[in-house]
Each structure stands twice: as structure tokens, then as C-alpha cells.
């Protein structure tokens, strides 16, 4: 409905000081009131307008520029919400990477194994080899 300020010294009928509010409905976009500070049930029913009537031509440009706040506000949304669904896709692949270096490590710490059994056996075989020959 409105956004709060406490910037007037104007007094509603409680004596209380008067809360500028911002008016967000389509009739009176962007135009300030004054309004009683406590809630709608204690209220004494101070309202007043701060700013004159804008002129037609103001009223559609601010609807305007508000509707196209309200579809960027959409679209911010819509890029955070994808962009925090291709952070968690990011991190699992991730994940998937650091297990795929792991797998990758081991079966090359198994190939030296291999390796270095094959060239002790093939020098075991040449040893024996030259000995009986």
C-alpha cells in the first residue's frame, strides 16, 4: 500500500506526529499523505494529502515505470532462482569431478604397481633365462 516515513512534524488529532507514507495504488502512484501513526483500530482517523493531485499525464508515466519495475523485479527473480539452480548443478559437478580425480588417481597408482611388477618379473624371467642358458 504505502512506504512509512517520519520526516513530518505535521500532528494528527491524537498529538502524535503524522507518518508520511507513500501512496503505491494505481489511482495515486508516487503521491505522499499524512496518516495517524497508530494502527487502524486506535487510529483518531487523521489522513491528509502532502502532494497536490498529479496531473494525468504524471500519474500514467509513474504506473508505467511501475509496471516495468514490478516485470524487471519478475525477471530478477526468475534469474536468481536459475542462477542458485545452476550453482547447486555447478557444485555437484564439482563433486563429480574431485571423484572422478580420485578414481582416476588410483587406477594410475595401480598401473606403476603393475608396471613395476611386470619389469621386476620380466628381469626375473631374463635373469633366469640367462642362467640356464
Known sequence: MSEISCSSKRKCHCGKIAHLFTSKTSFN??????????PEANSCGYWEWH???????????????????DATSIK???????LEVVKIERDKLKE?????EAINNS???KAREL?????????FIMSFC????
Open 130 to 133: 640367462a642362467m640356464f642358458v
Open 29 to 38: 502512484p508516487g503521491r505522499r499523505f499524512y496518516k495517524c501513526p497508530k
Open 115 to 123: 608396471e613395476e611388477k611386470f619389469m621386476k618379473l620380466k628381469m
Open 76 to 82: 530478477i527473480n526468475t534469474l536468481s532462482t536459475s
Open 107 to 109: 587406477q594410475v597408482n
Open 51 to 69: 502532494d497536490k493531485v498529479f496531473h494525468d499525464r504524471a500519474s500514467v508515466v509513474i504506473s508505467n515505470l511501475k509496471a516495468q519495475l
Open 96 to 100: 563429480k569431478v574431485k571423484t572422478m
